[in-house]
């Protein structure tokens, strides 16, 4: 089992430009999340899927969009990125939401320039 | 907003000793979950311990739940310079979305 997989681990982005980061998950989860983790800040949510067909938005949602693919893939998508965007992005399963441990992947690092 | 929020903030131990972390929430929760993070690396879960259990045992690792003061507490003992890592509480969020929220983290280092 690879567990959750994302891609790309680096990016380095211009002001303005746009891009999708990819997660993928083999453990059959019916819950994704998108996290976000800056200095200082802890984890916030950026958007979660409780279930394939279903999103809804965290905590700091503004700037991204994201797309539940299947039960395996929950993509987010920076449609204009900003400087302010600049962080290190977690995506994270689990069995069904809150109740059950989350698996985090490793992390993609995305610089805003 | 955070609803779990780590004490102290950083936590500097000789190995062998022990380590405890507080975590506090505002809102009932279902379960509160106790995870690791290594430098540069994801989040790894360490324990999930329920509402209506009060200590929970991993290992080294002991946690406990308290309720009516909103509180867990997380103890390694006898720690190793591999335990050097940041470590993070989660509960549901408010309202029971059951969305775990993180608070910022207690970072811990261990010298050899």
């Known amino acids: 089992n690879a567990g959750v997989t994302q891609t790309p681990k680096f990016q380095v982005l211009k002001t303005g430009q746009s891009m999708t980061l990819q997660c993928a998950q083999d453990?059959?989860?019916?819950?994704m999340y998108w996290y976000r983790q800056d200095p200082g800040m802890g984890l916030r949510l950026i958007y979660y899927?409780?279930?394939?067909?279903?999103?809804d938005k965290g905590e700091v949602p503004n700037g991204y969009n994201v797309s539940r693919l299947n039960k395996r893939e929950f993509s987010l998508r920076l449609e204009s990125a900003a400087p302010s965007q600049t962080s290190v992005y977690f995506c994270?399963?689990?069995?069904?939401?809150?109740?059950?441990?989350?698996?985090f992947g490793p992390g993609t690092r995305l610089t805003v320039t | 907003s955070q609803q779990g929020e780590e004490d102290p903030q950083a936590l500097s131990i000789q190995e062998g000793e022990n380590a405890t972390m507080n975590c506090s929430y505002k809102?009932?929760?279902?379960?509160l979950q106790w995870y690791r993070q290594n430098s540069g690396r994801g989040l790894v879960h360490l324990i999930l311990?329920?509402?209506?259990?009060r200590e929970k045992h991993s290992g080294r690792l002991r946690v406990t739940l308290d309720t009516s003061k909103k509180s867990s507490s997380l103890l390694i003992t006898a720690s190793r310079a591999a335990d050097t890592a940041s470590y993070f509480c989660?509960?549901?969020?408010?309202?029971?979305?059951?969305?775990?929220?993180f608070g910022r983290g207690t970072s811990l280092i261990v010298h050899p």
């Open positions: 809102t009932s929760i279902n379960n």
């Open positions: 453990m059959n989860h019916n819950s």
């Open positions: 899927s409780a279930s394939e067909g279903t999103t």
């Open positions: 989660a509960a549901p969020g408010a309202g029971g979305s059951y969305i775990p929220t």
């Open positions: 311990i329920r509402s209506n259990e």
């Open positions: 994270a399963s689990s069995e069904a939401g809150g109740r059950y441990e989350q698996y």
